[in-house]
């Protein structure tokens, strides 16, 4: 290849760097793919929850439901429904969870069960009522029958004609396939999907009468607008009429405020990768001092110079992006996999928007693009004097600029603002999920982690000095040297050192949220908890309820002091979700109620009134005598506040306790789906366990935990989620260990001569590779020591303002954590030497001397 | 060459250098006037610290004199731009350094067309003047070599092919043979004569060795920022002998 034009050089630099070159893309390959792949996850999550929407709500115009969640309402409203005018047709449904038995059993001894959604439709209207199509056999006519979605047949083995049993509120019910149905789109996760009857489903659900939505369609598609609003007001408060758009713009909006989390992270990622560009760039810059020299002595201009450095960093960065697109694809998928387990949700499939492509790659290009921008600038600035220089080695090196006594203040003033800022956000942040919120308090982080940044090069020699003595006692004389050659180029160890604080103070700040938060719900269940065992659905659904019979047949149970049952039910206005909880008198004696406004205010339930939790009180401002405003089936009503539960865990600091009476009048909910048994002091619990578990045999939607059980379970569920954000917050961390390997390399580079001379007077290779490594401890113990200490202030703050749970979250520290990020700093520290260190251990003592 | 041209290429009146200020200012060059002519070749000595380089360097448009005046050309190179400077050693000069600066990720044909490139004239004009210059240099069979697989001799050839490619007015180099062994720097320097001969060129070079200097048509002898003396065609002995005694004096 013969070259044609000057902007050639440039690509022929890289691939003779070639090492270097791949090391540099390294931090854009993993930025890149980090935004990817969250891009990707929730596009892929978002798209997932719309389709399961459109599936649901099908071909309809508008969807009548209760007003303010999925409720149940009385079937008759059907008729009035139908009597609107431009209505073409009106289709009811049931919708219910329920349990399908896969015919084995679990290690417990349980029934293997998947979670089933059914819908109980008319025969006639089956087609408009739900998004599936039937793909063979016919819709459930009467009876005990059923139309199965074909991917869950097929892995059952069931044909039409065959059976299959399903766990209802009554129990196991057999019911004969009679057709099967196509899902557009594929599977959605292990969720499988059934049609029966309407009376059937009602019949087995315990829900006389009831329906939970209706599909309408429209005469023409003109008089969707008039429809919905003749709706709306014909069937009064109690009920709504949305357009299928409007839910699938709300799934958006949810998502919103976690893809902006989820992109900080990402961020964070991209961030240190930059900064990785920065450093290879000033590297190649300083080692071509005198090439650069040359070009520009040979008529070379300082823009031709600066553009060939840019050209090299968009080489880079496209070669970065790309590599990083195919990482961020195997990434989307891993990340999609750990949020399948940790919201106990799979997907299958990746929506790839052409939108994520584009903007990684553009994010990627551009930041390799600005991060070169300084380096460009410093070659296009080399003299060509330097041409006719011997060496100009570590000329570069002394750090001190201006402004360095200022950046420490200027630092500790971003802290100042940005770490209070977080903490008042912080606190907000779990009251009103909004993007802007979010996006403010990525910036209070932000802005936190940059004042850190400006001080830790103020940090860095009583900070080596500290270490000298731990690293002397360890690594001898070379340990000592390689803390006092830490501190020679300081810009350039803080700027390696700020960016590993970034990611273990994330993972530090996190994981003390999620002790704490963790710890508390243990506290709290301790305190407040007064059951033994307790029953819930299998998969936390809401609509999962059991009949009364049930809690009767429980308490039966020899050994049993106590049941409260709990009827519950999800609230949507707007923005506003909360849950109401139905619950009798027998639940003060289980569950140790905090009420501000005394223990009596409980007694006013029953009297219509409603107990508040925390949050909802703080948020609206609401006190004992206040009144709450809620939209039921019966409309909105107003009930009085009796007081304020300041540990409502069951509903995150969210919840309307009201009566079961009001539940079932107001909110059409009059089955409980939350059992919580007391059993008799000096009983056996074994045993108590083992009746209990008999009589729930039947009802495989429902899990029987004991306390214990209980606990394990929230905190496993607890976990799961947060393995998710580990995952992506060491990523980060893994991109700030190349910086440091990147930091090291340059060291070498600079100190060729002096290595030499070291080596001249008998140091030998094994020491002097040690100092290089013990360089790399000093730098890592430099940004963990630092990030442990912003990571421990960041989540306090945390854990402080966001009294998460509407209970007070008190401090953890994280210990384990804290000492896990110190140990990782010596291990980033000595694998990231390995390599520079080598290089070092092979220096070629006449040539670095002579190196003049 | 011939003596008493007034053809003259290059020129520089008083020139001063002072680099730094305050009491650790250091003045290089204390008013140096010196001409040359076009198609001379002109070798200039000093112990170090003389100013030798400096002088280099302003003569080449690297770095701008404290006062003084640079004329090439019929240029006056005073208050010129950083940009106007680079574009005029772009078309008007070409460098031979002491240590070849060659680009080690291109072969010697590569390394001679890097002016062109930077010029960002085409490459293809010049195919008959790389055959000339490859054959000047006598380097024809290793034009697709990679600098570290040429010796020194042959790199330092390649840089003079590359000084000379676009055919500059003023040839600047600096202890072309600094790196080189005696044999081989002869044949550098006889290189560099012929060049100036066979194309008119001045060549002004820098160098500590009396017999590298001995090739030139004209030894400018500095000392301590000064123009102590100067010598027409001198041998190599008659330069040590001025070495020693400008050492002695100073």
């Known amino acids: 290849m013969r070259l044609k034009r000057f902007s050639n050089l440039s690509l022929r630099n890289l691939g003779a760097r070639l090492q270097r070159t791949l090391l540099t893309a390294v931090g854009i390959v993993l930025g890149v793919g980090i935004v990817f792949g969250v891009i990707t996850l929730s596009d892929t999550m978002s798209g997932a929850f719309r389709e399961l929407f459109s599936r649901a709500y099908g071909a309809a115009d508008l969807t009548v439901t209760a007003a303010g969640g999925n409720g149940p309402f009385d079937e008759e409203l059907l008729k009035e429904v139908r009597a609107t005018p431009d209505v073409e047709s009106a289709a009811p449904r049931l919708s219910q969870s329920a349990s399908l038995l896969l015919g084995g059993v679990d290690e417990r001894g349980l029934p293997e069960v998947r979670s089933m959604r059914v819908f109980g439709v008319e025969p006639e209207t089956a087609s408009l009522a739900t998004g599936f199509e039937l793909a063979e056999g016919e819709y459930p006519e009467e009876g005990a029958q059923v139309a199965l979605d074909g991917n869950s047949a097929e892995s059952l083995g069931v044909r039409p004609g065959d059976e299959i049993r399903i766990g209802t509120a009554q129990g196991p019910t057999d019911l004969t396939v009679v057709g099967l149905l196509r899902i557009p789109g594929g599977s959605f996760g292990g969720v499988s999907f059934g049609m029966m009857p309407l009376p059937e489903a009602q019949r087995v659900f315990d829900k006389p009468g009831k329906i939970t939505g209706i599909a309408v369609e429209a005469t023409d598609e003109g008089a969707v607008a008039a429809l919905e609003g003749r709706l709306e007001r014909g069937l009064g408060e109690g009920l709504q009429a949305e357009r299928s758009e409007t839910r699938t713009a709300q799934v958006d909006a949810q998502f919103q405020g976690f893809r902006i989390a989820l992109l900080f992270f990402a961020g964070t990622a991209l961030f240190v990768g930059a900064f990785l560009v920065f450093n290879a760039l000033s590297m190649t810059v300083l080692e071509r001092t005198r090439e650069l020299g040359m070009l520009r002595a040979l008529g070379a201009t300082r823009a031709m110079i600066s553009r060939s450095v840019i050209l090299e960093a968009t080489i880079l960065g496209i070669i970065g992006s790309v590599l990083g697109l195919l990482l961020g694809y195997g990434m989307a998928r891993g990340l999609v996999y750990l949020f399948g387990r940790a919201f106990r949700f799979e997907v299958t499939g990746l929506s790839l928007s052409p939108f994520a492509i584009v903007a990684a790659v553009v994010v990627g290009l551009l930041v390799t693009v600005l991060a070169a921008l300084y380096p460009a600038l410093r070659a296009g600035r080399v003299s060509p004097v330097e041409a006719m220089r011997a060496r100009t080695g570590g000329s570069a090196a002394s750090g001190r600029t201006r402004g360095s006594r200022l950046l420490p203040v200027l630092g500790l003033l971003l802290v100042g603002v940005g770490a209070p800022w977080t903490y008042y956000l912080a606190k907000n942040l779990s009251t009103e999920l909004s993007g802007l919120v979010y996006a403010s308090g990525i910036a209070g982080v932000v802005g936190t982690f940059l004042g850190v940044s400006l001080i830790i090069p103020a940090l860095v020699r009583p900070l080596s000095a500290l270490f000298s003595p731990f690293l002397r006692l360890l690594f001898g004389v070379e340990g000592k040297m390689a803390a006092t050659n830490a501190t020679r180029n300081r810009g350039r160890t803080a700027l390696t050192a700020s960016a590993l604080m970034v990611g273990i103070s994330l993972v530090v700040a996190f994981s003390a949220l999620g002790g704490s938060v963790l710890g508390s719900i243990r506290t709290y269940l301790e305190d407040s908890l007064g059951s033994d065992f307790v029953v819930q659905p299998a998969n936390s659904d809401f609509d999962v309820t059991f009949s009364g019979g049930l809690e009767e047949e429980v308490s039966r149970v020899p050994g049993v002091a106590e049941t409260t049952g709990i009827a519950t039910t999800i609230r949507r206005d707007g923005r506003e979700v909360n849950v109401v909880l139905g619950v009798d008198e027998s639940y003060p004696e289980i569950f140790r109620l905090n009420i501000n406004g005394g223990a009596e205010a409980f007694a006013a339930l029953s009297e219509g009134e409603a107990l508040v939790g925390q949050q909802l009180a703080e948020r609206r401002n609401l006190g004992p005598g206040d009144e709450v405003e809620l939209k039921g089936i019966r409309g909105t009503q107003t009930y009085r506040v009796a007081g304020v539960v300041e540990n409502d865990i069951l509903a995150g600091g969210t919840g309307v306790y009201v009566s079961k009476e009001t539940m079932a009048r107001d909110f059409g909910v009059d089955a409980d789906g939350f059992l919580a048994i007391r059993a008799e002091p000096g009983a056996d619990r074994g045993e108590i366990g083992r009746e209990v578990g008999a009589v729930l045999k039947d009802y495989p939607q429902l899990t029987l935990y004991s306390n214990a059980e209980w606990k394990e379970q929230i905190e496993s569920d607890f976990n799961r989620q947060y393995v998710f954000f580990y995952a992506i917050m060491g990523v980060s961390v893994a991109v700030s260990a190349f910086g440091v390997v990147n930091t090291l390399s340059m060291s070498v580079f600079e100190r060729t001569r002096e290595i030499g001379i070291l080596r001249a007077i008998g140091t030998t290779r094994f020491q002097v590779g040690r100092l290089i490594i013990d360089e790399g401890i000093v730098i890592s113990l430099i940004g963990c020591t630092v990030g442990i200490v912003v990571g421990s202030l960041l989540g306090y703050l945390f854990v402080l303002g966001s009294s998460a749970g509407g209970f007070e979250v008190v401090f953890h520290y994280p210990e384990i954590p804290a000492v896990l990020a110190l140990v990782s700093g010596l291990f980033i520290g000595v694998f990231a030497g390995l390599l520079p260190a080598r290089s070092a251990a092979r220096t070629n003592i006449v040539e670095a001397v002579q190196y003049e | ?250």
């Open chain 2, 1 to 250: 060459m011939s003596e008493g041209s007034n053809n003259v290429a290059v020129e520089v009146v008083d020139l001063e250098k002072v680099y730094g200020s305050g009491p650790t200012a250091v003045r290089a060059l204390k008013g140096v006037s010196l001409s040359f002519a076009a198609g001379e070749f002109a070798a200039i000595m000093g112990p170090s610290g003389s100013g030798k380089s400096t002088l280099l360097h302003i003569l080449g448009a690297l770095e701008e004199p404290s006062s003084g005046r640079v004329v090439i050309g019929g240029t006056d190179l005073s208050g010129l731009s950083d940009k106007k400077l680079t574009l005029l050693r772009r078309s008007r000069m070409g460098f031979v350094f002491q240590f070849f600066n060659l680009i080690p990720t291109l072969t010697a044909e590569e390394n001679v067309m890097l002016p062109v490139l930077i010029s960002g004239e085409g490459t293809a004009r010049y195919a008959e003047r790389l055959d000339e210059l490859f054959s000047l240099v006598g380097l024809e069979e290793r034009r697709n070599h990679r600098p570290d697989e040429l010796s020194g001799g042959e790199q330092q050839r390649v840089a003079i092919a590359r000084a000379l490619v676009r055919n500059p007015d003023l040839v600047l180099a600096d202890e072309p043979t600094g790196n080189l062994d005696s044999k081989t720097g002869a044949g550098v320097l006889e290189l560099l004569r012929e060049s100036a001969a066979r194309y008119g060129q001045t060549v002004v070079m820098v160098t500590h060795d009396a017999r590298a200097a001995a090739v030139a048509d004209r030894v400018v002898f500095l000392a301590d920022g000064r123009v102590v003396d100067e010598a027409r065609e001198p041998d190599a002995d008659e330069i040590f002998e001025r070495i020693r005694t400008l050492e002695s004096a100073g």
